[in-house]
């Protein structure tokens, strides 16, 4: 790790549960592939914002223009597209990710677009921050994959680090196939529906402030897409 990554990775992964250490396994084994082939510049690829950001920082310019918090939290930030492109718009972005190996290969990318990433391995079900820190809080489909009980505390743990009126965007993408299907009836949650979001959010400040589904044919199968927008009360 070099100089800079010292200075701005941090690692948190003694808290992990067992689940979350499994899934950061698979993950960094996944991320150090990508790790390998990033010395060879055919395998790069552009830092480009998500299209769900995207269209949140269009919708939402005006509020965030006018607010002096520009402390942003992306939590699955992988290899740090949107940190990137948030801080390169003069926010104070901040990725976190379980995979230690993203988050070395967000560090290089953040570099190599100058700008001074700042990123920490942690869960979300216990961030590292105090409360009332963020304005924004998203996740561009890092919180698909665990169950119910785990992202309701994923959720109770973003609203504390939110400042009050603060907004929480994230979205859930599923193909359906056999696996995600499978996944779907053990419990492990890949798409959103209007009753599960009201599930994730009882006891806590928020309200919906935008829900949104889709559906799209993609290579033979059905995509389906869901965003949120939650406003902490």
């Given at each position: 790790?070099?100089?800079?990554?010292?200075?701005?990775?941090?690692?948190?992964?003694?808290?992990?549960?067992?689940?979350?250490?499994?899934?950061?396994d698979a993950l960094d084994r996944q991320y150090e592939k990508a790790l390998l082939m990033w010395n060879h510049d055919k395998f790069k690829s552009e830092v480009k914002q998500s299209q769900l950001m995207h269209n949140f920082m269009k919708d939402y310019e005006g509020e965030l223009a006018a607010s002096a918090n520009k402390k942003m939290l992306d939590l699955g930030c992988g290899i740090g597209n949107d940190v990137i492109t948030l801080r390169k718009q003069g926010y104070e972005a901040t990725g976190i990710d379980i995979s230690h190996s993203a988050l070395k290969l967000a560090e290089k990318r953040a570099a190599e677009e100058g700008v001074g990433g700042y990123?920490?391995?942690?869960?979300?079900?216990?961030?590292?921050?105090?409360?009332?820190?963020?304005?924004?809080?998203?996740?561009?489909g890092g919180l698909g994959?665990?169950?119910?009980?785990?992202l309701k505390t994923s959720v109770k743990e973003v609203e504390r680090v939110l400042e009050n009126n603060g907004i929480f965007?994230?979205?859930?993408?599923?193909?359906?196939?056999?696996?995600t299907l499978e996944d779907q009836q053990q419990g492990i949650i890949r798409y959103l529906e209007a009753p599960l979001v009201d599930k994730l959010i009882e006891g806590t400040s928020f309200k919906v402030e935008k829900f949104a589904q889709s559906e799209a044919e993609v290579a033979g199968h059905?995509?389906?897409?869901?965003?949120?927008?939650?406003?902490?009360?």
């Open positions: 790790m070099n100089e800079q990554e010292n200075k701005s990775f941090v690692s948190g992964s003694e808290s992990f549960s067992d689940a979350e250490n499994k899934r950061r990123f920490v391995q942690a869960a979300y079900s216990n961030l590292p921050y105090e409360s009332n820190t963020f304005k924004v809080c998203y996740s561009v994959g665990n169950n119910l009980e785990y965007l994230f979205n859930a993408n599923m193909v359906v196939n056999e696996k059905l995509l389906k897409r869901s965003k949120v927008v939650l406003r902490k009360l």
